[in-house]
């Protein structure tokens, strides 16, 4: 890859970060949960795209940037209220953003019309937040960082005739709006022939300003780079002007100063006053490293350089001003990851955000994957060697063995370490659905309000992946199918707004999602009927309402009447479901008429490694994931039950709960096992019911590296993947639940309601 | 022009009058020839000025410190209006440069 794709990837990378922290700030701004961080941070990540994006020459999505930015920039200033209208019209926007990026990576067409649209409403919110404003014409808005320059090259202009001026002279009329500007030049703008003192004077005919240099920096003449810069200015500014005026004047050399426009309200306050050159000193000095490097361009050939060349090429690592934004990450940079970081992170009410935020790196996931599988290889062949030094006859007792427990425990400790790389939060997914619900609601005329819970809740990469489609289905299908439209609604005495809520939570070393809507509920006897009409399910069929939810599960099953955009083409819940169960997890689903429905989906927290009991059933080993069970036992005569045909109940203190042959279940044996003859383990399946399952002995407790059984060979019912024990055999790993819910529902013809049959 | 009471000396020095234009262009030469001319006192002749750019004014800024440094007389004589506006554009006078402390 050359360098320029590479940066670019980096670019797009940003942009997905960015755009991630501009929905979560919108979202936390329409929830009422916003603070001036949030305005700030949200502000700085279109800004930092449309700073990207002016590198790469993308004029589509600077454009659009621009008129988004300045619209926050209303916001971030007070001036607009984040009203709920303000705030969708913000919301679509950041989607239509994120589509232009999406557009500027694969190439496409984005939807120009929409655009405008938004342009059109973005630049009616500004002129609505300066209604109160004296005349203020707002150019800003429409011209976009691609307009003509605003001011000629400096001094090299052969019209530009010195006069004795007084500087009353050069000032427009003072206003209301005060502004502290600090205003670094960097060597690279004076390399581009742009003058300090032609940017001075247009700051100057924007109302009065009182301009103070900062001298210190200069050094001894000895030492100077008489092209370096070494200035810095400080401005008070009171003007009639909006701030995006000010930062106009600017627009052509924000790429190359160091620059903070900061609005003060009221009578300026002793702390910012002592604050600000302070920090603007820091930075300063900072910077000064870098910029001591003579500048490479030549000020005559500079004539009218676009920023843009100058970033692309610009090897040096700046350090970013983590400053009210004024300055966009500079993706073109390779400093730029970490230092965008930092301007997130960074507080922005002045701190140098640089070395606070958290380090993170960027790394394959191949390279994970690789990682975790020799891992995994390594903690097998730990349980070997370990077994094969006890075969050998080695004490327990001896040093060896300690050393061999404590060559466990390490590997264990690795294992968790890496395990802990590929964990994240399934916020990642979670992120998207506000959009997808936005969409949906507004295609099927519904208004829905999306609650999210858990989004923190770690899970591992693959799982996380294979996550987003399922869910996106169910949760089109939860306000397609689920939510009634808003008349119906509120005849049935609910809000006119559906709620549609994701929780997701860890639950017995598992992850679980909740997918619930307060809509009508599944319509048990419509359903049936399709079902029927299709050929499912004989007519004659008696159905749970269970059963009859679970229907919806079958392939070809669908209850539109007519074929949406959004369903009704019968891809269903079969293929989420499908896809569910290829990641080890189940789904299922709770429904109450005129409540709602809620679907449940379970998935393992990863698919690498499962702390299991080892046991013996039959000739075989098995392996029961240890978050599935509760206690073990062994049951004597008296405790076991039997009732109606081999069905058998095992008392365990005042409560009975079924036992559960596993030999017998996995087809090992087809005798009934005697009870007492082995060893009772109590399980909770995810539902929460209890079972025991019997199994002929326990070998005991270790950590197995999980084999897909499915990738290497095929799915089998009742089992959810295998391992490697020490001794080289494989072993399968029990599938709980599905052992409990087959032992439970034999002699149904379909299999979906088992779950509820075992309650 | 207060400085140039200050050093008791006085007395000649060089005067180098400064070109008219003083913007990005003249700033390498201009920093050459005021190395060239340490060591002693000096006055610069300011009254052609007519077109002041900032580099040219850090390198003023730098050779008033450098002179100090020194213990040699700096001074500005006779500025133009072009070069009194010039430097207060930038927020900056005469005084200001020749006050200028001693940078590492």
Redesign the interface.
């Known amino acids: 890859m050359d360098a320029m794709a590479e940066i670019r990837q980096t670019f797009f990378e940003e942009c997905a970060e960015q755009l991630a922290e501009l929905e979560a700030g919108l979202l936390a701004i329409e929830n009422g949960e916003a603070d001036s961080d949030t305005v700030n941070a949200v502000f700085r990540a279109v800004h930092s795209i449309k700073g990207g994006a002016g590198a790469f020459c993308l004029d589509d999505l600077v454009h659009f940037a621009h008129v988004f930015e300045t619209t926050l920039d209303e916001m971030r200033s007070g001036r607009l209220d984040s009203s709920e209208k303000v705030v969708k019209i913000m919301l679509r926007s950041a989607d239509a953003l994120a589509d232009l990026v999406t557009v500027a990576r694969d190439g496409g067409t984005a939807d120009a019309e929409r655009n405008a649209g938004l342009i059109d409403e973005l630049k009616g919110l500004v002129a609505l937040a300066k209604g109160e404003e004296p005349p203020a014409p707002t150019a800003a808005a429409g011209g976009g960082a691609s307009d003509g320059p605003v001011y000629d090259d400096g001094m090299g202009d052969i019209d530009f005739t010195p006069v004795a001026v007084d500087l009353s002279d050069l000032m427009g009329i003072g206003g209301d709006n005060k502004f502290r500007i600090v205003f670094k030049p960097s060597p690279r703008m004076y390399a581009k022939a742009n003058e300090a003192n032609r940017v001075l004077r247009d700051v100057y005919a924007l109302g009065e300003a009182k301009v103070s240099c900062n001298t210190s920096e200069v050094p001894h003449l000895t030492a100077i780079d008489p092209e370096g810069a070494y200035l810095t200015f400080t401005i008070e500014l009171s003007t009639a002007e909006p701030e995006e005026k000010v930062r106009e004047v600017f627009e052509f050399v924000e790429f190359d100063c160091d620059l903070s426009i900061e609005a003060i309200h009221d009578a300026p306050d002793g702390d910012i006053e002592a604050d600000d050159p302070d920090i603007a000193e820091i930075l300063a000095r900072i910077r000064a490293t870098p910029d001591d490097e003579p500048t490479p361009a030549k000020t005559d050939e500079a004539e009218e350089e676009a920023p843009v060349a100058a970033k692309a090429n610009q090897p040096e690592p700046e350090p970013e001003q983590a400053k009210a934004a004024p300055q966009p990450a500079k993706p073109a940079a390779p400093s730029a990851p970490a230092a965008a970081k930092a301007d997130a992170a960074g507080d922005g009410k002045g701190g140098a955000g640089v070395g606070g935020a958290a380090q993170t790196i960027r790394v394959d996931l191949e390279r994970v994957d690789r990682l975790i599988d020799l891992v995994g290889e390594l903690v097998i062949h730990q349980v070997m060697l370990s077994q094969r030094a006890y075969q050998a006859g080695l004490a327990r007792a001896s040093d060896v063995a300690v050393g061999f427990d404590e060559l466990e425990q390490l590997t264990r400790e690795i294992q968790d370490s890496v395990m802990a790389i590929r964990a994240q939060p399934v916020k990642s997914v979670f992120q998207r659905l506000p959009r997808l619900v936005r969409e949906v609601a507004d295609i099927s005329g519904k208004q829905v309000r999306l609650v999210t819970e858990g989004e923190w809740t770690e899970v591992d990469k693959t799982v996380i992946e294979r996550l987003a489609d399922p869910l996106t289905h169910m949760i089109r299908n939860a306000i397609d199918h689920g939510l009634e439209k808003p008349e119906d609604r509120l005849a049935a005495g609910k809000a006119e707004e559906g709620v549609v809520r994701v929780a997701a939570m860890h639950r017995s070393g598992r992850i679980v999602i909740e997918i619930s809507d307060d809509g009508a509920g599944i319509n048990r006897k419509r359903v049936k009927e399709i079902a029927i009409k299709k050929g499912l399910v004989p007519a004659e069929a008696n159905l749970s309402d269970e059963e009859t939810d679970n229907l919806i599960f079958l392939p070809g099953f669908s209850t539109a009447d007519k074929i949406s955009s959004l369903s009704g083409r019968g891809v269903g819940m079969d293929v989420v479901k499908r896809s569910i169960q290829a990641l080890g997890g189940r789904v299922s689903i709770a429904s109450r008429p005129g409540k709602g429905s809620t679907f449940t989906m379970s998935l393992p927290l990863t698919l690498a490694v499962l702390d299991g009991m080892i046991v013996s059933v039959g000739d075989q080993t098995v392996v029961v994931p240890l978050t599935a069970i509760i206690e073990t036992l062994q049951p004597k005569a008296s405790e076991v039950k039997s009732f109606g045909g081999d069905a058998r109940l095992v008392q365990v203190r005042d409560t009975f709960m079924p036992l559960v042959d596993v030999a017998r279940e996995l087809g090992y044996s087809h005798e009934l096992a005697s009870a007492t003859g082995g060893v009772a383990i109590l399980v909770e399946a995810e539902n929460g019911a209890r079972s025991a399952l019997l199994v002929d002995g326990i070998q005991g407790q270790r950590q197995v590296v999980i084999k897909s059984l499915e990738a290497n060979y095929g799915r089998v019912p009742g089992i959810a993947a295998a391992t490697i024990l020490g001794d080289g055999r494989v072993a399968l790993i029990l599938d709980v639940d599905a052992v409990v819910a087959t032992s439970r529902v034999e002699g149904n013809f379909f299999n979906s309601g088992m779950k509820h049959a075992a309650e | 022009m207060a400085r140039k009471s200050t050093k008791t000396s006085n007395a000649e020095g060089a005067v180098y009058a400064l070109p008219e234009?003083l913007?990005?262009?003249a700033?390498?030469p201009?920093?050459e020839k005021?190395?060239s001319l340490?060591g002693q006192n000096i006055v610069l002749d300011a009254s052609k000025v007519?077109?002041?750019?900032?580099?040219c004014?850090?390198?003023l800024?730098?050779?008033a410190?450098?002179w100090k440094?020194e213990m040699a007389a700096f001074s500005i004589a006779e500025p133009?209006?072009?070069f009194?506006?010039?430097l207060?554009?930038?927020?900056?006078t005469p005084q200001?440069i020749l006050e200028?402390?001693?940078?590492?």
């Open positions: 234009v913007d990005l262009k700033a390498t201009l920093a005021l190395m340490r007519e077109r002041l750019g900032t580099q004014v850090q390198i800024i730098a050779a410190a450098t440094d133009s209006d072009s009194t506006s010039g207060q554009v930038l927020g900056l200001a200028k402390e001693v940078a590492q």
